[in-house]
């Protein structure tokens, strides 16, 4: 999977430096990932055996309230069998539950590079980002970036999009207030792996991720390319009429 690196876009944060020759040790990346099952990638044969000794795979991943992963998006791939592996192993993992969970709207959205060399497969964690690459080698320690909708070629056409609700005694109780979610979009326009930034109240924000969840886009593009974006959106609600 190889993509277009994007001029503009939102920088959000610059992985760690590029690995020491001696061989990966990932287990300072595990346990600032807080994993209690991991699994590393295998470097597919086919792919060493064509020449390529090194490749890049980014990822986004989701997680329930159990530690499980729930998805995984592919940010940036040097070769879609290392993409392959990547997601495969990813999709083995699982999540320690924090002793103090991160109250409602500070959770946050692991992001993971995997470095293939000769030497072995290292993992890189970040605590938040995203990238687009050119058809070249990423360097290990770039910077990830990601478009928002306003670098789109044109506004986003939205094809399932509904807007949080709240029901009944729910509706009843609540005083109003807002929520900003941040989220991926995928180049067939799904939502990915959206989060809550902030909330005034925790209902709020169940109410406005089981919104974003549902929503599609028309595939976004740059320059006519299909991209991955980055976006943020504030819901604010009203008290209910008594």
């Known amino acids: 999977m190889f993509r277009s690196l994007l001029t503009r876009g939102v920088l959000l944060v610059a992985l760690a430096s590029p690995l020491v020759a001696q061989g990966p040790d990932n287990e300072t990346s595990v346990q600032k990932l807080r994993l209690t099952k991991f699994v590393l990638p295998d470097f597919p ?11 890049v795979v980014t990822v986004a991943i ?11 998006l592919v ?11 990547a997601v495969t192993a990813v999709e083995q993992w699982k999540f320690a539950l924090p002793a103090n969970p991160a109250p409602p709207g500070r959770e946050i959205v692991p992001i993971v590079r995997f470095l ?25 320690n770039a910077p990830v970036i990601l478009p928002s909708f306003a670098d789109l070629d044109s506004p986003p056409k939205p ?7 709240l029901t009944g005694a ?3 109780r609540t005083a109003g207030g807002t929520v900003t979610v941040k989220y991926f979009v995928d180049e067939t326009g799904r939502v990915r792996v959206p989060i809550i930034l902030d909330c005034s109240a925790p209902e709020l924000g169940r109410a406005a991720l089981a919104a974003v969840e549902q929503w599609r886009f028309v595939p976004p593009r740059i ?6 974006l980055l976006e ?3 819901f604010s609600f009203g008290p209910v009429p008594r």
């Open 75 to 85: 940010l940036d791939s040097t070769h879609p069998k290392l993409t392959r592996a």
């Open 62 to 72: 989701g997680r329930d309230s159990e530690g499980q992963v729930t998805d995984v």
């Open 159 to 165: 094809l399932v999009h509904p807007m949080p609700s």
């Open 170 to 172: 729910l509706a009843e």
């Open 116 to 140: 293939f060399t000769a030497k072995g497969i290292a993992i890189v964690s970040a605590v938040t980002g995203s990238l687009a690459a050119k058809d070249r080698a990423i360097p290990d």
């Open 223 to 228: 320059a006519g390319h299909e991209t991955i």
């Open 45 to 55: 044969d086919y792919v060493r055996l064509s020449g390529n000794s090194k490749g």
């Open 232 to 234: 943020t959106e504030t």
